[in-house]
Antibody, heavy 119, light 107 residues
Framework: EVQLVEAGGGVVQPGGSMRLSCAAS????????MSWVRQAPGKGLEWVSG????????YYADSVKGRFSISRDISRNTLFLQLDNLRGEDTALYYC????????????WGQGILVTVSS | EIVMTQSPATLSVSPGDRASLSCSAS??????VAWYQQKPGQTPRVLIF???TRATGVPARFSGAGSGTDFTLTINSLQSEDYAVYYC?????????FGEGTKLEIK
C-alpha cells in the first residue's frame, strides 16, 4: 500500500522559512517523479513543484519560483520542499503526491500538512 | 504555463440527472488531462486520466471526452455521493496545472 506522510508544517512569520518532508513507502520511490500540490483554505488545487525520479530536474510554478526548492533523498525514500521568503498567500495545506506509472496524473496523495504564514 | 479554465464555477443539478463539466486548455495538451473529485475534508481522488480512461474503481456513470484544448467530464444519473468539487489537470507540459474547479451542487 502506498503511503505518503508529510511533516514539518506549522506557523511561520512572513519572510520566514520552513522545510516540509514527505516519507514515502509502498512503492519504488526512486522510479517515480514526485510533486507537491497545495490548497489554500477554501480554494482550489495548485500544483507547486515537481522533481524527476533521479532528482536532477526540478520544476516550479511561477508563483513559487525562486522561493521554494524541491529535493529528494532516495536512500531515505523522502521528498522535501524548502519554503523561503514566505508570504501570506503561501498559507495552505501542502500535499505530497505520487504520479501514476503512465503519466503525471496523481494516483496517491498524502493527507497534507498545514503551513500558516502569519505575524 | 498552460492555463486550464473550468466552467461553470458552480453547477446545480438534480439527483438522477446528467451533469456536464467543461475544461479548456490555453494550448493543446493532446489527451493528457485528468479529472479529480474532492469532497469536503477529503483528499482529491482521480476519476479520469488520458482524457477518457476511468481510473480503477470509478463507476461507469463517469465519462470523459476531448482532446487538444477542450475536455468534458460527464456524470450520468447523479447520485448523492457525486456532489463534490471537480478539478481538471493537464500533464502534457511542465509546469503541471489544475483548473479552478467546478462545484457540483444539489438542485
Amino acid at each position: 500500500e502506498v503511503q505518503l506522510v508529510e511533516a514539518g508544517g506549522g506557523v511561520v512569520q512572513p519572510g520566514g522559512s520552513m522545510r516540509l518532508s514527505c516519507a514515502a513507502s509502498g512503492f519504488p520511490f526512486s522510479r517515480f517523479a514526485m510533486s507537491w500540490v497545495r490548497q489554500a483554505p477554501g480554494k482550489g488545487l495548485e500544483w507547486v513543484s515537481g522533481i524527476s525520479s533521479g532528482g536532477t530536474t526540478t520544476y516550479y510554478a511561477d508563483s513559487v519560483k525562486g522561493r521554494f526548492s524541491i529535493s529528494r533523498d532516495i536512500s531515505r525514500n523522502t521528498l522535501f520542499l524548502q519554503l523561503d521568503n514566505l508570504r501570506g498567500e503561501d498559507t495552505a495545506l501542502y500535499y505530497c503526491v505520487k504520479p501514476s506509472s503512465g503519466g503525471n496524473w496523481f494516483d496517491s496523495w498524502g493527507q497534507g500538512i498545514l503551513v500558516t504564514v502569519s505575524s | 504555463e498552460i492555463v486550464m479554465t473550468q466552467s461553470p464555477a458552480t453547477l446545480s443539478v438534480s439527483p438522477g440527472d446528467r451533469a456536464s463539466l467543461s475544461c479548456s486548455a490555453s494550448q493543446s495538451v493532446s489527451i493528457n488531462v485528468a479529472w479529480y473529485q474532492q469532497k469536503p475534508g477529503q483528499t482529491p481522488r482521480v476519476l479520469i486520466f488520458g482524457a477518457s480512461t476511468r481510473a480503477t474503481g470509478v463507476p461507469a456513470r463517469f465519462s470523459g471526452a476531448g482532446s487538444g484544448t477542450d475536455f468534458t467530464l460527464t456524470i450520468n444519473s447523479l447520485q448523492s455521493e457525486d456532489y463534490a468539487v471537480y478539478y481538471c489537470q493537464q500533464y502534457n507540459n511542465w509546469p503541471l496545472t489544475f483548473g479552478e474547479g467546478t462545484k457540483l451542487e444539489i438542485k
